[in-house]
């Protein structure tokens, strides 16, 4: 991976990792400098390998991002402009008496961590997970519920039933009657060992797909419009699944995506599920980066351009 000093030009030289401000190199220097995008633009720095992601903030956090195979060594971002998105990391998923999730237990310990990052760099906190109604269920289409089916093999020899939106076994069910992934309901709740780092000015969004930004009059999709957020950090299960079908909505629609690797996981046992995801999350979406990268972040300073100077 990358190093962990931020390899900004300045003229002290390497900048160390400290929770301070320091000046950033970025002067937007178009014959230094390569602009992506239209209107709203990213700057690549060759002498860095580094992205700017900031839309000329004076506040960024540099992270450290994928390595030198990939052409670039990491991004600098606004924290005001930045959300952290938790997708699914729900009862249903994750807690044993549902799912032996090895993969999504092994993301708690380092997600708590981002967390706690996000909260000192100011950076906000949003929880993405299913959360259905008998209005939505009736809309869902084929392919969803698809998704949710249980093989009634061992019983009947032949067949499906779906799981999505029934009645949960009596050894599952917290109270009589609690429905699969319904909204209110304990299994559709935040996972039990992330409710303490739940804080009441987190985001929380209920979807009722894989993404939970498949169409523009979504809530979260709204208030993504209308915060003005710009980058949107990646956890969550599964990688492969929801995590990956709401990051590539999140790409399309315009906002960077920066998956952090070892908070997200998927129970897919296909060799290589997870790892595809993460390449092409790498090369094509958006950036991937660690839990050790991203909370080694340092606070940078822009430095003011010769406008803002003589103002």
Known sequence: MAPSAI???????????????E??????????????????QWYYNPKTQRFDLSRGSQRRLAIDADDGIRNHRGVEIDPAKTLLVIIDMQNFFIHPSFHKHDAGIKTLAPLKRVIDQCREKDIDVCWLNWGIDDEELRNMP?????????????????????????????????????RCLFKGTWNADIYSELLP?????????????????????LPFYQYLKDSGKKTLLFAGVNTDQCLLGTLTDAYSHGWDC??????AGTMTEILGAKEVCDYNV???????????????????RAPLSRAQTCV
């Open 7 to 21: 390899e900004h030009e300045h003229t002290n030289g390497t900048l160390p990792h400290q929770d301070t401000y």
């Open 23 to 40: 000046d950033s190199f970025e002067q937007y220097d178009h014959d230094e400098h390569v602009a992506f995008g239209g209107d709203d």
């Open 142 to 178: 084929p392919a969803v519920t698809r998704g949710f089916n249980k093989a009634l093999c061992a019983e009947k020899g032949h067949g499906w039933v779906v799981n999505l939106g029934a009645k949960l076994p009596a050894h599952q069910a917290k109270v009589e009657g609690e």
């Open 197 to 217: 780092c739940v804080e009441p000015q987190d985001q929380r969004f209920d979807k009722a797909r894989m993404s939970g930004l498949w169409s523009p009059v």
């Open 258 to 263: 920066i998956l952090i690797e070892d908070c």
């Open 282 to 300: 790498a090369t094509n979406m958006g950036f991937v980066t660690t839990s050790e990268e991203f909370c080694a972040a340092n606070l940078v």
